[in-house]
């Protein structure tokens, strides 16, 4: 239930769904002349568009979450590796059988090479379909032909493709792995994501070293008009807008003990 009710309630509260929606509203009213509201859901539509897709208030928000966890030393050895998965067109790929990457594909390519760092090291690669609308190949179907394809063997994959959301990656790759005391295990996931993955993870039982990839944000940004090319803005609002949203169901769900969780537990 949790998963549907996340998934239907992203659709209407993201950005730019919520702006279409809020014109639409607007258009309505004024045909049936409430102008008053007819004019509020038009401007707070296009005040959304306008600060998401030519201020820098995506990476602002966005920036908290990718310096929460720094990148820490690399251990001098690594039992295993888990990474999350997001870092692929999985419609694409289940029409060419391929290994397309999308933004977050950074999480696949710094798997392949701490694999190579750590040639014994186990790799757990957690995601399934996690798409309410789309058809498409999960993280872990794919990942074997990359990593493949990069030289790691197949015999050092653990491939996790039930899990739908991160509260799921964690749960299952915990019954998955069984780590035992004293492992050393990283986590490999997007910057930004890595404050709720990281909480969950520690829920589930699964310690493991935050291992930060994908950043999207300098931390230099500051506040400003046309920081970034409009697309790249928009994509960075969305992704902080549900990355907060996520932290707060989170907690709110008892599924993390922290509604900003941090290094220090």
Known sequence: M??????????????????????????????FRRR??????????????????????????????????????????????VVLGGGFEGAINLARGGYELNSSGDRMVETAILARRFPQAKIVVSGGNGSLFLDGEGDADTAPRLLGALGVSADRLILEDKSRNTYENAVFSRKLVEPKPGETWLLVTSAFHMPRAKALFDKAGFATIPWPVDYRTSGKEGVGFYRDNPMDSIQATTIAVREWIGLFAYRLSGKIDQFFPGPGG
């Open 36 to 81: 008053r509201l007819a004019a509020t859901g038009s401007v707070l539509g296009i005040a959304i568009l306008v600060l998401s897709a030519w201020t820098s208030v995506g990476a602002m928000m966005l920036n908290p979450l990718e310096e929460r966890f720094p990148k820490p030393p690399l251990p001098e050895k690594v039992d295993g590796i």
């Open 2 to 31: 949790f998963y549907l009710l996340s998934k239907v309630f992203w659709f209407f509260g993201q950005p730019i769904n919520l702006a279409i929606f809020l014109l639409v509203a607007g258009l309505l009213a004024a045909l």
